[in-house]
């Protein structure tokens, strides 16, 4: 087991577990200086991230503030900018943390784009959609939210001449739990390599809030169930993901609902077939 553990971790680039305070700031500060550096070899000088009022966006929309300002003070270019954007479905469930985690993130620009329209005007075309159980269309139409929103994501970015940032982590990659080419798609993603516990270490080291830095992740993305737990989800926890992937040991479920997982999903890490 140890061996397969290893092999998936070395394939997610997963980072090593953290011994202090030195190697969270560390990190924070190569991570900042990654993002710096996909902003100077693109030639642009703007960063578009949605913000869900999960703790990986949070800590992604913190890492790209600090970003941007530090890239102003060390030019004297006020071009460069953050612009994070609220991407509801309608009304979101928890829309007061979102919106403290703009606060917090205390962005450059503050968008907004209710995808509510967008998602069912798409939906009424779709003959495919029609018929289908329930929990399928359900499911479907949970995937054209996340696609719908990145979308909306590079309209801005495009608009702006900008970068869209992502916000996926080894704990998410290991499970692929991101929609393809939604969620899944972007220019840049500052978390990768980092385990569920270390992308809130780095929140908490930026100083964000502890609620918002231990709120129960959900994609929230199916009517039926909204605000579901990820790990309810995974069928494991995040703690026992977090370890496979630091080569701990793990229960024996676990560990095989995490690697069977990881082969199910590998096509969404890897690029389009081609002859």
Known sequence: MKSIQHAIASELNVQPPFNGPEDIQAEIQRR????????RESGMKTLVLGISG???????????????????????DDAYRFLAVRLPYNVQGDESDAQA?????????????????????LAAETAALEGLPAGTADFALGNTKARIRMVAQYTIANARQG????????AEAVMGFFTKFGDGACDLAPLTGLVKNQVRAVARALGA?????????????EDLAPGKPDEHAHG????????????????????????????KTRHKRELPKTP
């Open 209 to 221: 809030p502890e609620e918002l830095v231990m709120k129960t992740p959900t994609a929230d993305l």
């Open 32 to 39: 900042i200086r990654f993002i710096q550096d996909c902003l």
């Open 236 to 263: 494991v926890a995040y703690q026992d993901i977090d370890a496979f992937l630091h080569g701990h040991p793990v229960h024996e479920e676990a560990a095989a609902t995490i690697q069977r997982t990881f082969e």
């Open 101 to 121: 985690s703009m606060d917090v993130i205390a962005p450059d620009e503050r968008h907004t784009v209710n995808i509510g329209p967008a998602v069912k005007a």
């Open 54 to 76: 999960g703790v990986d966006s949070l800590t992604a929309g913190m890492l790209c503030q600090r970003a941007v300002e530090d890239l102003r003070a060390q030019t004297g």
């Open 163 to 170: 970068l869209v940032v992502g916000t996926d982590h080894a």
